[in-house]
């Protein structure tokens, strides 16, 4: 018998919500505009309203689904379900999410970090399949990560591991939002980048981006750097291989530390694709050891979009070895 | 029925032996020359003749020795119980070290990386004691380290876990003996800090380690630096504070990364005492998220030169969890 679990992965844009099965196929898909509701309490009444409304919808008998799985962006007390805080979406400060939500429907809730489940998603799932020890990193306006140990997710003894985009990558260097400076994520972050390379054009570089985005460079983004340094722009290949420089170095810290069989890269700067991905993995083979540095792997993620739900709904695929995934 | 292990610390100049209590007391502690045994042949059977001496010695009931643990300054299969190569001890690349011993002596043996089991001993018998999650890392020639998650030693994908020497403090910086440059351990490991305060006295720094040395700046160690501080010696002072920086960046970034609940720092370096630790955990303090920040303590490792054997021995306390702490 084919079980499910409903997967969400609450964002500060949309609220993803899904079906999916133990082989991890996604189906009815819907989403929720989060901004649209004003309060939590608002949001989470709408969020069962859909879970149900997903539910009725596939005609599944209750004793197929094995409960409802959440992501939120922020840090989360997984063992209690209890959200401490939300990145972008006020009014969330120690919301005991698991106990509201399980109120209202009649199903078992988990609650993690999002990009604790998008670590799960692709472990299970995706790029990491197969493996026991694996770092997860989003590359968006934040830098993210999600650590698998021995084929389970380790959340850190206050649940905040995980955090590559605050791991130094100066020794010294440029103020970060968190209050500490040098930070990767100030560094690799999609909005610093996108200014860096502004700074550079305004400056006089060559390149084809003003022709991209007719002269308006509050136009640009990480996605119109990819395209130009497809078509072989100098300054967007450049300046890849630079990002891709400074994830290599922080990467290769990680790789001595933990030598894990695989770093999977997702978000959506990781779609600059080869450009960026040859210069992490180049960068990664002269900063790291040799052993753990053969010993690594760095992919792009294949989930996508649906990472965090299909993490969501995995944490309920191996109960016996809650977030394990193999 | 009080049980024993044997524990027995291979290192580049001695190779020390002892019987270990499953409370973690040491007794029958003895020591070879490492490098008076010109093969690996001469070693090897000089440590079974000093176990054979050690067990003698102490009369004890063959059914309360557990086993013989030993740990090696290199890369080990723990599985397999096989040495990969060793750092200062030429001519054991590639040993099937536990079977040649397990051949010889009528006991189970277990090999493990040194760092690794200083970093059990403390987690069981130290610092760490009644930690899940920790990091240990030794501050001496090298700069080595041991990670314990959920209480069991992680040694990575290929058994090189912890090399938290050989993580980036700059992303430029001076070459490093591994290969790569700008590592920490380039710029906190032992002979490196001699000779870059060395630098500064000759350049005429003013400071009392001249007269501690009697103007022999050759003799300048570590713990000299150290007598130096705590008589109120500028230089000296400043000198640790900087090294502490530069230790606290990169620990900063593991606090980030792994979320420890306790950092544990040993190794002759460490002896600096205050005005190191102090500089660290301020720097940690500001460098760190809030999260992880306030959930790690910096600790002093508390086992000293014993870490080693205890730890190498503690692999038999708990073998339905193998290298577990508790």
């Known amino acids: 018998m084919t079980k499910f679990a409903i997967g969400i992965d609450l964002g500060g844009t949309y609220t ?28 989470i009444a709408a969020i069962v309203a859909e879970v149900n409304a997903v539910l009725a919808k596939a005609r599944l008998s209750p004793r197929k689904i094995l409960g409802v799985g959440i992501g939120v962006p922020g840090i989360v007390d997984f063992r209690r379900g209890r959200v401490y805080n939300l990145t972008n979406v006020p009014g969330w400060e120690n919301t005991p999410l698991k106990g509201m939500l399980e109120a209202k429907l009649d199903l078992p809730v988990l609650v993690d970090n999002d990009v604790n489940l998008m670590a799960l998603g692709e472990c299970r799932f995706g790029a990491g399949r197969g493996a026991k020890n694996l770092v997860c990193i989003t590359l968006g306006t934040g830098v993210g990560g999600g650590i698998i140990i021995d084929g389970a997710l380790y959340r850190g003894s206050a649940f905040s591991a ?24 100030r560094y690799v972050g999609n909005r610093y980048i996108v200014d860096e390379l502004k700074g550079k054009i305004l400056r006089g570089s060559p390149t084809i981006i003003k022709k991209l985005v007719n002269n308006d460079l509050s136009a640009m983004t990480p996605e119109i750097i990819s395209k130009a340094a497809l078509k072989g722009d100098r300054l967007s290949i450049d300046f890849w291989n630079t990002v891709g420089e400074r994830i290599g170095v922080t990467l ?5 530390l933990l030598n894990p069989e695989r770093i999977i890269i997702g978000g959506g700067v990781a779609d600059a694709g080869e450009p960026l991905f040859k210069s992490i993995r180049r960068t990664v083979g002269e900063r790291a050891l040799p052993v753990p540095g053969k010993a690594v792997k760095i992919l792009k993620a294949k989930l996508g979009n649906d990472a965090g739900i299909i993490g969501a709904a995995a944490l309920f695929f191996y109960p016996e070895t809650r977030g394990r995934c193999k």
């Open 16 to 43: 993803k919500l899904a079906l999916v099965d133990t082989k991890g196929k996604v189906s009815n898909r819907t989403k929720l505009s989060t901004a649209a509701y004003r309060t939590r309490a608002g949001l």
């Open 162 to 185: 995980g955090e590559v985009g605050h791991m130094p990558l100066k020794e010294r260097g440029l103020p970060c939002g968190c209050g500490s400076y040098g930070c990767l994520e």
């Open 252 to 256: 290769a810290g990680i790789v001595n």
